[in-house]
């Protein structure tokens, strides 16, 4: 667990920072109730993602893909943000976060109202015809019968999000890899940050001399090597009280 002598320690290192960047995983929006993958009763222990979720399947045998894609939507699509991402859009606001790099793509951050989201792996808010290229917003897409198909061409849909197989965008690499290599504290929160490329985010900005935090309940494989200290507790918790911190530093 973390004490209230971490929760300030953050704040004052936040206040004192010259460039703040966040780079945010599925724990992010554990209270928002979704489930990470890897984790207890996650997704990933029904499914293999390496093969549910490719875009070889999803392009030859669709209807095995949605089986997955359903169960993500209907965790993903009725969520809203928790405390966690009202919390980094208020300090996005103070002009005390320059950017969220995130994994997720639950697309909440950009609900909570921040506006310099990077998507690594895109967002399942919006499913496009393989096709035609027709998007829809995910919520009108029926379900029922799977595998769903495209209203205009019947062709196959897809989330626009990053499949297995499929390249990370690379304004967003690029985007990235300058937000990490720029930003004098690196906040990583709710990801075991193993999977590349958001794996050598927290290690770029080390590197290049950042202060890195991790807001984490678990420790993690970054938490000896990499980061400088972690607070062990809740996203939404954790940085709720932060930013609280913040504002009375602020004055
Ligand atoms: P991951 O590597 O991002 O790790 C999840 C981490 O969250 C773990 O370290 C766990 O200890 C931590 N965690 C659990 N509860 C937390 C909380 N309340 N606050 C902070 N941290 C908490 O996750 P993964 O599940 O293996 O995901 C793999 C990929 O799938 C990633 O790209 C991830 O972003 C994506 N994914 C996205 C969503 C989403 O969009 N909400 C959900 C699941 C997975
Ligand atoms: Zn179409």
Request: proline share 8%.
């Given at each position: 667990?973390?004490?209230?002598?971490?929760?300030?320690?953050?704040?004052?290192?936040?206040?004192?920072?010259?460039?703040?960047?966040?780079l945010?995983?599925?724990?992010?929006?554990?209270?928002?109730?979704?489930?990470?993958?890897?984790?207890?009763?996650?997704?990933?222990?029904?499914?293999?993602?390496?093969?549910?979720?490719?875009?070889?399947?999803?392009?030859?045998?669709?209807?095995?893909?949605?089986?997955?894609?359903?169960?993500m939507?209907?965790?993903?699509?009725?969520?809203k943000?928790?405390?966690?991402?009202?919390?980094?859009?208020?300090?996005?606001?103070?002009?005390?976060?320059?950017?969220?790099?995130t994994?997720?793509?639950?697309?909440?951050?950009?609900?909570?109202?921040?506006k310099?989201?990077?998507e690594?792996?895109?967002?399942?808010?919006?499913?496009?015809?393989?096709?035609?290229?027709?998007?829809?917003?995910?919520?009108?897409?029926?379900?029922?019968?799977?595998?769903?198909?495209?209203?205009?061409?019947?062709?196959?849909?897809k989330?626009?999000?990053?499949?297995?197989?499929?390249?990370i965008?690379?304004?967003?690499?690029?985007?990235?890899?300058?937000?990490?290599?720029?930003?004098d504290?690196?906040?990583?929160?709710?990801?075991?940050?193993?999977?590349?490329?958001?794996?050598?985010?927290?290690?770029?900005?080390?590197?290049?001399?950042?202060?890195?935090?991790e807001?984490?309940?678990?420790?993690?494989?970054?938490?000896?090597?990499?980061?400088?200290?972690?607070?062990?507790?809740?996203?939404?918790?954790?940085?709720?009280?932060?930013v609280?911190e913040?504002?009375?530093?602020?004055?």
């Amino acid at each position: 667990m973390y004490t209230d002598a971490d929760i300030l320690r953050l704040a004052r290192d936040i206040v004192s920072a010259r460039k703040v960047v966040a780079l945010s995983g599925a724990g992010m929006s554990v209270e928002s109730g979704i489930p990470t993958f890897r984790g207890k009763g996650g997704l990933w222990e029904k499914y293999d993602p390496e093969e549910y979720g490719h875009i070889t399947t999803l392009r030859h045998h669709p209807e095995r893909a949605w089986i997955m894609l359903k169960e993500m939507q209907e965790a993903i699509l009725p969520a809203k943000p928790n405390a966690g991402h009202y919390a980094l859009a208020e300090l996005e606001a103070m002009g005390l976060l320059s950017s969220i790099i995130t994994q997720n793509v639950d697309g909440l951050h950009h609900v909570a109202g921040n506006k310099n989201v990077i998507e690594f792996h895109g967002n399942l808010q919006t499913t496009s015809c393989m096709d035609c290229g027709f998007q829809q917003p995910s919520a009108d897409v029926p379900l029922d019968p799977l595998p769903p198909r495209c209203p205009k061409c019947r062709g196959p849909v897809k989330p626009d999000a990053v499949f297995f197989g499929e390249a990370i965008p690379v304004d967003a690499l690029t985007r990235s890899h300058h937000e990490a290599q720029s930003c004098d504290l690196m906040l990583v929160i709710g990801t075991e940050a193993v999977v590349y490329p958001a794996a050598s985010m927290p290690e770029i900005a080390r590197s290049a001399g950042a202060t890195v935090v991790e807001i984490n309940p678990s420790r993690t494989p970054l938490t000896h090597f990499v980061s400088s200290y972690i607070i062990q507790g809740p996203a939404g918790e954790v940085l709720s009280k932060v930013v609280a911190e913040v504002k009375k530093l602020k004055g």
